[in-house]
Nanobody, 127 residues
Framework: QVQLVESGGGLVQAGGSLRLSCAAS????????MGWFRQAPGKEREFVAA????????YYADSVKGRFTISRDNAKNTLYLQMNSLKPEDTAVYYC????????????????????WGQGTQVTVSS
C-alpha cells in the first residue's frame, strides 16, 4: 500500500510560480509510474502531467505544456510539479497518483488506471 502526501499549494498571482511536492511511503516508489491531476470546482478530475518510473519519459496536457515540469527523485521518494506562468484557469485541487505495473502512454494520461491517490493540495491563482 502506497501513501501519497502532496504539499506546496497556495495562493499566487497570475504569472507567478509554485512547486508542488508529493512524498511517497509504504511502497517501492522507483517502480511506480506517477501522475499529477487536478480538479476545479464543478469539473471532472483531469490529467496534468505524468512521468515514468525511470524518469526517462514525461507527458503533459496541452493546457500546461511549456509552463509545467514534472520530475521525480527516486532516492527521496518524491514527485514534483514545477508550475510557472500560472493562470487563473490553473486554479484547482492538485492530486498526485501512483500506478504500479506497466501502462500505455494513453493510460498514463488517464485518471482511471492509477491505483493510489493523495489527498490533494489547493492551488489558487488570482488575476
Amino acid at each position: 500500500q502506497v501513501q501519497l502526501v502532496e504539499s506546496g499549494g497556495g495562493l499566487v498571482q497570475a504569472g507567478g510560480s509554485l512547486r508542488l511536492s508529493c512524498a511517497a511511503s509504504g511502497g517501492t516508489f522507483s517502480t511506480y509510474d506517477m501522475g499529477w491531476f487536478r480538479q476545479a470546482p464543478g469539473k471532472e478530475r483531469e490529467f496534468v502531467a505524468a512521468i515514468r518510473w525511470s524518469g526517462m519519459s514525461t507527458y503533459y496536457a496541452d493546457s500546461v505544456k511549456g509552463r509545467f515540469t514534472i520530475s521525480r527523485d527516486n532516492a527521496k521518494n518524491t514527485l514534483y510539479l514545477q508550475m510557472n506562468s500560472l493562470k487563473p484557469e490553473d486554479t484547482a485541487v492538485y492530486y498526485c497518483a501512483a500506478k504500479g505495473g506497466r501502462i500505455t502512454t494513453a493510460q498514463a494520461m488517464s485518471v482511471t488506471p492509477y491505483d493510489y491517490w493523495g489527498q490533494g493540495t489547493q492551488v489558487t491563482v488570482s488575476s
